[in-house]
Structure formats: structure tokens, C-alpha cells
């Protein structure tokens, strides 16, 4: 195996590990998911069931935060600039959660939840770019494949750019 494939292969599992643990350190303290879209759509819908529009807001707010974080991962121009972004953003994080003496409530949450899921959006566009065939749970690779999508407006355009096509191969 080449050195540049273990090198990749690595940073994936890595990405992977700490997606998982953002996750369940988001879902515990924030209640919120942070890299799984899919989840906070189903958030959203269960707390506005229950008439419950704070933690609806902050699902939605993680939704459009992943959203974002694809959206400027898929715009730059390496995948290694999308991964030091990211690891800044989850400093960021850190930082606010200091700050909050890790009870953070209001607004704190609001941001930390929707700067999280920025990263985590930015780390899988990167890790998708790393290699592509990684497969995304189906709605969180769909609205992957929406939002890059739309950041490639020339593709977007000429047709070529239908996420269900990205499925089929």
C-alpha cells in the first residue's frame, strides 16, 4: 500500500472516530446531533410535535450548520484546508464550552450546536472528497450531495449534478 493511501486511509479513520465522539458528546450536553443530519431532522419533527420550539430551533440550526459546512468544504479548493478549518471550528467549540464551564444553556447552545455541526459538515464533505466512495448514512449523503451540488453551479446546470446519480454508481 502506498505511503499517500496510508496516509488518507488514517485521516479517515480518524475523521470517523472523531466524528463519532462529537456526536455523542453533542447528543448528551447540547441534545442535539451534530454530524448526523438525518437524526436532526427527526428532532426537529419529535420537538415540534411536542410543542417544544427551542430544541426544534437548535435541531434545525445543526441542520443548516452541516449544511454550511458542506457547502464551504465543497467550495475550497483542497481537502487538507477543509480539515484544518474544521479542527479551527471544533476549537472554537472548545473554547465556548470552556467558557461555559461545560453547561452551556440559551444562545451558548444554540451556537455550539450549529458551530459543531459546521465542522462536522466540512469534515464530511473533506472526507468524501478524500475518498469518494464512502458511504454516508442516505439522507445525510443526500443533503451532502444538494449542497455540493449547489456550490457547483456549472455542474448544477448542465445536468450533471443529480445526487441520485451518485447512488447509482
Given amino acids: 500500500m502506498p505511503a499517500r493511501t496510508r496516509v488518507r486511509d488514517g485521516l479517515l479513520v480518524s475523521l470517523a472516530f472523531g466524528a463519532g465522539v462529537v456526536d455523542g458528546i453533542s447528543l448528551t450536553t447540547l441534545g ?3 454530524a448526523a443530519v438525518a437524526a436532526n431532522i427527526v ?8 410543542a417544544d420550539t427551542h430544541t426544534a430551533l437548535r435541531a434545525a440550526l445543526a441542520v443548516a450548520g452541516f449544511a454550511i459546512g458542506v457547502l464551504l468544504a465543497a467550495r475550497a479548493l483542497r481537502p487538507w484546508v477543509v480539515v484544518a478549518g474544521t ?3 471544533q476549537l472554537a467549540f472548545l473554547a465556548g464550552w470552556l467558557a461555559s ?5 440559551g444562545v451558548a447552545l444554540d451556537l455550539l450546536a450549529c458551530g459543531s455541526a459546521l465542522a462536522m459538515g466540512g469534515q464530511t464533505a473533506a472526507a468524501s472528497r478524500l475518498h469518494p466512495g464512502i458511504p454516508p448514512t442516505f439522507v445525510t449523503g443526500m443533503a451532502r450531495a444538494w449542497t455540493r451540488c ?11 449534478c443529480c445526487p441520485w446519480s451518485l447512488y447509482s454508481s
Fill in 32 to 34: 442535539v446531533f451534530t
Fill in 101 to 105: 464551564d461545560g453547561h452551556p444553556d
Fill in 150 to 160: 449547489g456550490a457547483d453551479r456549472a455542474a448544477f446546470r448542465v445536468g450533471g
Fill in 87 to 89: 479542527a479551527v471550528v
Fill in 43 to 50: 428532532f426537529v419533527g419529535l420537538a415540534l410535535g411536542d
